[in-house]
T-cell receptor, first 113, second 115 residues
Framework: AQTVTQSQPEMSVQEAETVTLSCTYD???????LFWYKQPPSRQMILVIR??????QNATENRFSVNFQKAAKSFSLKISDSQLGDAAMYFC??????????FGAGTILRVKS | DTEVTQTPKHLVMGMTNKKSLKCEQH?????MYWYKQKAKKPPELMFV???????INESVPSRFSPECPNSSLLNLHLHALQPEDSALYLC??????????????FGNGTRLTVT
């Protein structure tokens, strides 16, 4: 079975600084998708960014980018120019042939002004 | 604005009550999901509907009864719940259950409290 590990329960970043959230996963599948979801206090799970395993180029969405290392099974999220609105719980998630979305335990990100 | 709408936002119910949670999407998605989420934990999958048919039931107790009246609507009927069922219930949809490249779109959830 696939597993997703987020080893940082909480992280803090100063406004306008850069922060990286870690995620590792375990799978024997060759093709799959990886996602980062953000859940602010408003509760809605918002898709931040996604990466297909077959694509070597790291995905980027504005201030959000990933460092995808397929061999190491690592999928970290970098947030540049952090803003107060980035404060949320961030979940790394995996979806492969089994189709179920497997979540990591989550990382709480606090942004200090 | 969320494209998946859940009602109500908050629900308080006694252990003998019967209530329903509702979820609606108009993105043409053919897969819909119910998740249960405890505070500061990841969502846990409960049910998946694909083309209006129940595809996955993650061994959920029968006091939770899902229903998919049409491709846009998903209900979760609640009866004789326990206090430990208090949680955030999230609805989600995706284009197809079998398309693992299509992300799930989530609603804002219903905060359920069982007294």
């Amino acid at each position: 079975a696939q597993t997703v590990t987020q080893s940082q329960p909480e992280m803090s970043v100063q406004e306008a600084e850069t922060v990286t959230l870690s995620c590792t996963y375990d799978t024997s599948e060759s093709d799959y998708y990886l996602f980062w979801y953000k859940q602010p206090p408003s509760r809605q799970m918002i898709l931040v960014i996604r990466q297909e395993a077959y694509k070597q180029q790291n995905a980027t969405e504005n201030r959000f980018s990933v460092n995808f290392q397929k061999a190491a099974k690592s999928f970290s999220l970098k947030i540049s120019d952090s803003q107060l609105g980035d404060a949320a719980m961030y979940f790394c998630a995996y979806r492969g042939y089994g189709n179920k979305l497997v979540f990591g335990a989550g990382t709480i990100l606090r942004v200090k002004s | 604005d969320t494209e998946v709408t859940q009602t109500p936002k908050h629900l308080v119910m006694g252990m003998t009550n019967k209530k329903s949670l509702k979820c609606e999407q108009h993105m043409g998605h053919r897969a819909m999901y119910w998740y249960k989420q405890k505070a500061k934990k990841p969502p846990e999958l409960m049910f998946v509907y694909s083309y209006e048919k129940l595809s996955i039931n993650e061994s959920v107790p029968s006091r939770f009864s899902p229903e998919c009246p049409n491709s846009s609507l998903l209900n979760l009927h609640l009866h004789a719940l326990q206090p430990e069922d208090s949680a955030l219930y999230l609805c989600a949809s995706s284009q197809e259950e079998s398309s693992y490249n299509s992300p799930l779109h989530f609603g804002n959830g219903t905060r359920l409290t069982v007294t």
